[in-house]
């Protein structure tokens, strides 16, 4: 169906930048939409950002201004473009793909998880 396959992640300090990447791969399908959660210790997971297949991006609050969520023109690679990173960015990080096969849609999948550490 549809493939996830994550890299970037890694150890940061305060203030500094990394840039994950997400390619999706797979036969018969459309993507709708493509993004990135985040599940921190002790936390729920949730939504950092999301892409359409229109184009159109959505952020949560508390990365507005900071992230971006740039893809190619097919928007079957997504990246994350981490900057001015604190913190509470500290979380494992996983891509995710909503598409239709064959006529029908609402099919979900997630990537591996990638851990992002950001030190004080």
């Known amino acids: 169906q549809v493939q996830l396959v994550e890299s970037g992640g890694g150890l940061v300090q305060a203030g500094g930048s990394l840039r994950l990447s997400c390619a999706a791969s797979?036969?018969?399908?459309?993507?709708?939409?493509m993004g990135w959660y985040r599940q921190a210790p002790g936390k729920q997971r949730e939504l950092v950002a999301t892409?359409?297949?229109?184009?159109?991006?959505n952020y949560a609050d508390s990365v507005k201004g900071r992230f971006t969520i740039p893809a190619d023109n097919a928007k079957t690679t997504v990246y994350l473009q981490m900057n001015s990173q604190k913190p509470e960015d500290t979380a494992v990080y996983y891509c995710?793909?909503?598409?239709?096969?064959?006529?029908?849609?609402?099919?979900?999948?997630w990537g591996q998880g990638t851990q992002v550490t950001v030190s004080s």
């Open positions: 797979g036969s018969t399908v459309r993507i709708n939409n």
């Open positions: 892409i359409s297949s229109g184009g159109n991006s």
């Open positions: 995710n793909a909503r598409y239709s096969r064959w006529g029908r849609d609402d099919f979900n999948s």
